[in-house]
């Protein structure tokens, strides 16, 4: 088992319990619960086989699923960001992000930042928008989508901070 | 034929990108049609198990508080119980311990509970294998919690008060107004009560209970206070907002109610219309 296969498996896993387990139990003002888990997402290896990525995407929104019961509303967020993530990637890292081996973990905070709040925003959008699911209610959907989101962002660039590898200078 | 091949390896991704969208979207309107059962959901056996674990340790956190609650119902019965006895000096009372009671009260745990979506559920430790079937009452100490909606062998998923599909049998304590406890999706705190009567003497303060119709609730259980009102439709029916007694977001020990005589007053209830 190579190191990046292990390292990807221990992320999901990790990041799983600790939504679970940690994130999910914070109801800060009673409703603030940030979502981390989508940094698996976000920092998954880049290659050009997105189909796997799709399906891995999917079932990690799904399992999450189960454990909050909502249908398949992570489900269908985490699948359209991983759908959309090369758009993301393009956008913040320019053009010819395939040909320079990118880890995405290795670069600039600022980058990171970035394509981190991209694809909190459009999770979020959309988990939201399906949990609520009432056409309505879109006030109160766009006030999670920016109180999460903000949380989820804190967190996750929190998390960035203490696990990005040092540069070597 | 090279035509459709060479189209659905240009569109690959996109094709299954929109199968599988397809299949979370009818996963996620089955989990607001109440009426369906759904097959993402939280009784299942890993999750179950996971989310017993997760109460087991964040019971830890807050043994304290637990212990004042408990205490306090305590107090509450052995009011309640001394109120019995004292009335019922010198009658038979047995009966207050035969197996035929009206009511049978399983006491469980609560696993996961949500109160910020418009559809939400809790899920508790008891199952099938302990009687517990759908359709069931779900009260705490202070208040109604909600309805029994499926359960596996060891775990129950509760329907929540806090559920836009739900509709209670609620009255006005000490008169025989009744009308439907609806909740609008907003405040984990309130629930309106509709289809009140506008001559129906409705005063500021006043208890709510649920109602003598309910099938799934024993009668006069106290539900909340009335906070304000106001006249809908064309001012013929009152729509009271009701401030409700539990703190739905921080639930713990509950107790399911089974009804005895629930399938006998179904039958009496339906009995003319199949004439």
């Known amino acids: ?59 990690l929104g799904i399992l999450l699923d189960t454990f909050q019961n909502t249908g398949g509303a992570h489900a269908a967020a985490c699948l359209t960001l991983a759908f959309v993530r090369p758009v993301f990637l393009k956008l913040v890292y320019g053009e010819s992000y395939l040909m320079k081996n990118l880890k995405i973990i290795r670069t600039p905070i600022d980058r990171l930042l970035l394509l981190s709040v991209l ?9 939201f928008s399906l949990v609520i699911f009432n056409t309505s209610q879109i006030l109160y959907t766009l006030k999670l989508t ?17 696990f990005k590898p040092k540069v070597k200078s | 034929m090279q035509q459709i091949i060479n189209f659905l390896i240009k569109y690959r991704n996109l094709l299954l990108y929109l199968f599988l969208m397809v299949i979370a979207l009818s996963f996620t309107i089955q989990s607001h049609d109440y009426h369906r059962n759904t097959a ?14 997760k109460t087991g340790i964040y019971d830890y956190f807050d043994l304290d508080d637990q212990n004042k609650k408990l205490s306090t119902e305590n107090a509450m019965l052995r009011m309640k119980l ?42 508790i430790d008891i199952g099938s294998d302990q009687g517990i079937e759908s359709d ?21 998923r509760v329907i929540s008060i806090l559920n836009s599909q739900i509709s209670l049998n609620a009255q006005i304590k000490g008169t025989a107004t009744i009308g439907s406890l609806k909740w609008d999706g907003n405040n984990p705190y309130t629930m309106s009560l509709e289809d009140v009567p506008r001559l129906a003497k409705v005063n ?55 009804n005895r005589d629930k399938a006998a007053l179904q039958v009496i209830d339906t009995l003319g219309t199949n004439e």
């Open chain 2, 136 to 156: 069931m009452g779900v009260i705490c100490p202070t208040g109604i919690v909600g309805v029994v909606d499926r359960s596996s062998d060891q775990f129950s």
């Open chain 2, 204 to 258: 500021k303060g006043d208890t709510i209970i649920t109602g003598k119709q309910s099938t799934t609730f024993p009668p006069d259980i106290l539900i909340g206070v009335i906070k304000d009102a106001e006249l809908t439709e064309n001012g013929s029916r009152y729509k009271i907002n009701v401030e409700l007694f539990n703190d739905m977001t921080n639930l713990d020990y509950v107790n399911v109610i089974k």
């Open chain 1, 1 to 59: 088992m190579n190191s990046t296969l292990l390292n990807n498996v221990l992320r999901f896993v990790g990041l799983l319990i600790l939504q679970i387990f940690l994130l999910d139990q914070i109801n800060f003002l009673g409703y603030i619960n940030p979502m981390v888990y989508i940094l698996f997402i976000i920092l998954y290896p880049v290659d050009n086989n997105r189909w796997s990525f799709m399906f891995i995407a999917f079932a």
């Open chain 2, 40 to 53: 993402i959901h939280s009784t299942g056996y890993l999750t179950g198990n996971v989310l017993s674990t």
């Open chain 2, 82 to 123: 001394l109120e019995i006895s004292d009335t019922l000096l010198g009658e038979e009372s047995t009966f207050l311990f035969t197996d035929n009671i009206p009511y049978k009260v399983f006491p469980a745990r609560v696993m996961k509970n949500d109160f910020y979506k418009s559809d939400n559920f809790i899920t």
């Open chain 1, 146 to 162: 920016l109180s999460v989101g903000i949380a989820t962002i804190l967190i996750a660039s929190l998390f960035l901070i203490i």
């Open chain 1, 119 to 127: 694809s909190v925003i459009t999770h979020h959008l959309i988990f």
